[in-house]
């Protein structure tokens, strides 16, 4: 017990400050790609021919992604990566030293940095940050990738300080559900933000699916929708969730929840990291709001903020007005007895 003490005196606080601070820590997301523009359409075609998951198209020179389909192989963000899309999945591998490769060029593990919370960031010079030189696709080191459907919204403003979150595995490949088991934990810890993770439908505000919904799981996810008081609000986590992903459709799934349950916040990563899963029950709790034409979010309270000050502001005023009604009610009545003093002089 000493020892435990003495540990974390000696370590500090490692949890996250996430909403409060971005996050910046090395490990916190693989990132992803970005729209890119390349120097002629050839290299623009060849990356999109990059893509095993057909995430990528090409207009002219401008590549762009369907994030629904993007599997974060890597692929479309090195140089190092072969240009041979019929290798598809099978191809990638990864050897006991923990270092991946992907058909038959390898990715330098030096190029990878990983930290204790066990995801991995791609650095600039993996990424190749000058990339319309390179033939590789733009990469953002982002986190905050949740957004909402095209008919999902936030839950009412009384749920903002909690929520209640019930998750299904609706047929994960592990890897999701990893992500998803990591918010509890020490350095994501959702707790202090209210949220908790409950057993039972019945309690639950939010319902965290993860997986392209196997067909045994189809009444699963059915009766637990069913059994959520509502309001209530569905959020896919993964690709395979949001459209299927390498899995669906198929004899043994579907393609995505959305088949059999209203989907309100999506989730897109393979799988997305824990920072990306909180980003979307903030967006849920409307704790985060979306800035319109723009891809980032800012905290709900800074729209308040204003709207404070306002109060403040009026409040001001009134008191001000109120002490000016003071003063001129004392002038009033200085003036009163003035006039009380000079009628009492003319009838002497
Ligand atoms: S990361 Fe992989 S799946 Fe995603 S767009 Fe690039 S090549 Fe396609
Ligand atoms: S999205 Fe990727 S990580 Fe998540 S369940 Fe599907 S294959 Fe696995």
Not at 29 to 39: L, Q, Y
Not at 158 to 168: A, C, E, K, Q, V
Not at 243 to 262: D, L, R, T, Y
């Amino acid at each position: 017990m000493t020892k435990w003490l003495w540990t974390g005196i000696k370590t500090g606080k490692k949890t996250t400050a996430y909403p409060v601070t971005q996050e910046t820590a090395c490990g916190v997301s693989p990132g992803r790609p970005a729209v890119t523009e390349f120097d002629d359409e050839d290299k623009a075609r060849a990356v999109v021919n990059r893509c095993p998951a057909g995430a990528l198209h090409s207009i002219k020179n401008r590549v762009e992604i369907n994030r629904d389909n993007c599997l974060n192989c890597l692929r479309c963000g090195s140089n190092d990566i072969i240009d041979d899309r019929s290798s598809g999945f099978d191809s990638i591998c990864s050897d006991s030293t923990g270092s991946g490769s992907i058909g038959s060029a390898s990715v330098d593990s030096d190029s990878i940095c990983s930290d204790s919370t066990g995801s991995a960031f791609v650095d600039s010079d993996f990424t190749g940050a000058d990339s319309k030189d390179s033939g590789s696709m733009r990469w953002e080191n982002s986190y905050e990738w949740a957004e909402f459907n095209k008919t999902g919204h936030s839950l009412r403003k009384s749920f903002s300080g909690s929520l209640n979150i019930r998750i299904l595995d609706a047929g994960a490949c592990g890897a999701c559900m990893g992500e998803i088991k990591q918010i509890t934990g020490p350095y994501y810890n959702i707790h202090r933000l209210g949220f908790f993770i409950t057993p039972t439908p019945r309690m639950a505000d939010i319902l965290l699916v993860a997986g392209p919904l196997t067909e045994h799981m189809v009444d699963a996810l059915k009766k637990t929708w069913d059994a959520m008081p509502a309001p209530r609000r569905v959020i896919a986590v993964g690709t395979c969730a949001i459209s299927g992903g390498p899995f669906g459709s198929g004899f043994a799934s579907k393609k995505g929840i959305e088949q059999v349950v209203p989907v309100d916040i999506k989730i897109p990563g393979c799988p997305p990291p824990p920072l990306a899963i909180i980003h979307a029950l903030l967006l849920a709790s409307g704790r985060l709001k979306k800035i319109p034409g723009q891809e980032k979010t800012i905290p709900a309270q800074e729209k308040t903020i204003p709207v404070q000050e306002n109060k403040i502001a009026d409040k001001g005023k009134m008191l001000a007005e109120q002490k000016e009604n003071k003063t001129g009610q004392k002038k009033n009545k200085a003036g009163q007895e003035t006039k009380i003093a000079e009628k009492g002089k003319n009838i002497k």
